[in-house]
């Protein structure tokens, strides 16, 4: 009777053996997890070389790209700079164009401009050359913003180099208010200029026209007597002086006169 009990009891503690084996082995392995777990955070893998040299070259090249880009910033800067000035003294430079030029001319003649201190005995001494006819035309042009009546009282004269003459232009403002206008010129040929000389000229001059006004001005000129030696002249039998009228405004430059 006593020996199913004793090997019962061997059983329960064989199995109860068993099962503490098994949790024993069970905590060991969760620790030994946990372990490497630990041991992978602590310790992480290395990074390539390859990939480290990457990373720093793309840096690198970063860099140079912005200093380029600095660079090239700082040479517009003063590019910029440079044409601003430029700018700044073109405009300078047209303001006193046409005064500058005009002092010029007096001094030198050239443009048909009366030259200053101008000798009137030399123009009543002058001999003319009879043999040599010249027919001198006359032209009117206003600008766009002048809103008047500028025409040549004749079309066409026909002088002598050496002889003084007299031609008339008229300008009327039809409109209600007074308005100022001033005037430029040119020669055509070219080569003619130099030899066309006024004496008394409306050019340059601001001529203020009151409302319905109308007035006439003169030009009293004469062609040298040089003309006639000058042998790329020799071909020359015509030419035309032109006017253009514009509005005097505050600011506004004038074009260059000169010869077409």
């Not at 860099?63 to 910029?80: I, M, P």
């Not at 001319?105 to 048909?112: D, E, F, K, R």
């Not at 001999?127 to 809103?147: E, G, Q, W, Y």
């Amino acid at each position: 009777m006593l020996l199913p009990f004793a090997l019962r009891e061997c059983c329960v503690k064989h199995y109860a053996h068993l099962a503490y084996c098994h949790t024993k082995i069970c905590v060991r392995s969760q620790k030994v997890r946990g372990l490497a777990t630990s041991s992978s955070q602590l310790f992480p893998r290395r990074t390539p070389q390859w990939f480290v040299n990457q990373i720093r070259g793309a840096k690198t090249q970063r860099k140079k790209q912005q200093g380029h880009e600095d660079d090239w910033k700082q040479r517009n800067k003063t590019v910029l700079a440079y044409i601003a000035a430029v700018g700044i003294g073109m405009i300078g430079m047209s303001y006193a164009a046409v005064p500058l030029y005009r002092l010029y001319c007096q001094a030198s003649g050239l443009g048909g401009k009366a030259i200053a201190g101008h000798d009137t005995e030399l123009v009543e001494t002058m001999k003319p050359v009879k043999d040599r006819v010249i027919k001198v035309t006359f032209n009117a042009d206003t600008h766009a913003s002048l809103r008047w009546n500028f025409r040549p009282q004749q079309s066409e004269i026909y002088v002598v180099p050496g002889e003084t003459a007299l031609a008339f232009y008229k300008a009327q403002n039809p409109t209600d208010k007074p308005v100022i206008g001033i005037s430029t010129y040119n020669v055509v040929p070219f080569e003619a200029g130099q030899y066309f000389n006024k004496i008394q000229c409306f050019c340059f001059e601001e001529q203020r026209l009151n409302p319905q006004e109308e007035v006439d001005m003169p030009v009293f000129f004469y062609i040298d007597p040089e003309f006639d030696e000058d042998p790329r002249m020799a071909r020359v039998d015509t030419i035309v002086l032109s006017y253009t009228f514009f509005e005097a405004k505050d600011g506004q430059t004038l074009p260059l006169p000169g010869y077409s």
